[in-house]
């Protein structure tokens, strides 16, 4: 079995600590560079680093969203917004 790359996770950690500080102080332009970022990765990149993207990065940054009522389909880019979809439909909520 594979296992992930732990530097790439620690980077999508990173990135998601980074976007959700960003939405604590209100910096709404770097969030969106940080969500563009993830997104461009998302679609360019390889197996590995989509699943990074999405079981890292985007539950982290979407379960924040969550919890502080803030607008998830209004910042989320197309493909993120469709793997967020995946997720709440794959968790049954």
């Known amino acids: 079995m594979k296992t992930f790359n732990d530097s790439l996770i620690k980077k999508m950690e990173r990135l998601a600590e980074i976007t959700i500080s960003s939405l604590q102080l209100g910096k709404i332009t770097r969030v969106k560079r940080c969500l563009q970022l993830a997104e461009e990765l998302l679609v360019k990149g390889n197996s ?24 998830i389909a209004t910042l989320l880019p197309m493909s993120l917004h469709k793997e967020y979809v995946k997720q709440i439909n794959a968790s049954g909520v």
């Open 48 to 71: 590995e680093m989509k699943s990074a993207i999405t079981n890292v990065y985007l539950y982290s940054v979407s379960h924040y969203m969550e919890i502080n009522r803030i607008a």
